[in-house]
């Protein structure tokens, strides 16, 4: 199993340009997370889904948009970069089925909006 | 809304020693899971021990164990016989279980740093 993948890995953009973090899992969760993560903050939650076709905002979702067409994609749009944008994005899934096993990970995407 | 603080920015231990790092998460809720999860220089966010809130038991896994103390609202994890590979930074997160299941907080992270 390849379990979550990123891609890409790491990525400029201009301020003002859109792109498309994605996001696939082949371990069949149901639920699926993005986070961002900033020095002295932490990870902080932008979006997540419970299942295809049902997202939801977390505790920063301004500037992001999410969809969840299919239970191994999740991406992650951003409509037109800022450099506030900067920062280190996972995206991670999880299943509540047969017990809580935590978040697993992806790799992570370094973004910088110059 | 939960919070989850992690006050030690960073920590170091000699290889071979003892250390435990400190976590305090401020909840309403009775339902709820705490994680440990490891950052190693790879970036890579790997999960390291985790506890049910409606364990009395603290959890362990190899060298590495939690003291949970519900009523205090803290999840401190002890790393015994440190490694260098245990070199990293630690964050400690919180999820509420039942309907809200899904969302994870997570404190600001602790650097430890351990010495040959």
């Known amino acids: 199993n390849a379990g979550v993948t990123q891609t890409p890995k790491f990525q400029v953009l201009k301020t003002g340009q859109s792109m498309t973090l994605q996001c696939a899992q082949d371990?069949?969760?149901?639920?699926m997370s993005w986070y961002r993560q900033d020095p002295g903050m932490g990870l902080r939650l932008i979006h997540y889904s419970v299942g295809a076709g049902i997202t939801d905002q977390g505790e920063v979702p301004n500037g992001y948009n999410v969809s969840r067409s299919t239970t191994e994609d999740f991406p992650l749009r951003l409509l037109s970069a800022a450099p506030s944008q900067t920062s280190v994005y996972f995206c991670a899934s999880s299943s509540p089925a047969g017990g809580v096993i935590g978040y697993t990970f992806g790799s992570g995407t370094r973004l910088t909006v110059v | 809304a939960q919070t989850v603080t992690q006050s030690q920015p960073e920590m170091s231990v000699q290889e071979a020693e003892t250390v435990t790092l400190s976590c305090t998460y401020d909840?309403?809720?009775?339902?709820?899971?705490l994680f440990w999860y490891k950052q190693p220089p790879s970036r890579q966010m790997i999960l390291v021990i985790r506890?049910?809130?409606?364990?009395?038991q603290n959890a362990t896994e190899n060298r590495f164990s939690v003291n949970f103390q519900k009523a205090a609202k803290s999840f401190s994890l002890k790393i015994s016989d440190s490694q260098l590979g245990d070199t990293a930074m630690y964050f400690c997160?919180?999820?509420?279980?039942?309907?809200?299941?899904?969302?994870?907080?997570f404190g600001q992270g602790t650097i430890l740093t351990v010495h040959p």
């Open positions: 997160a919180f999820m509420i279980g039942g309907t809200s299941y899904g969302k994870l907080t």
């Open positions: 909840t309403s809720e009775n339902n709820y899971y």
């Open positions: 506890q049910e809130a409606y364990k009395q």
């Open positions: 371990m069949n969760h149901e639920y």
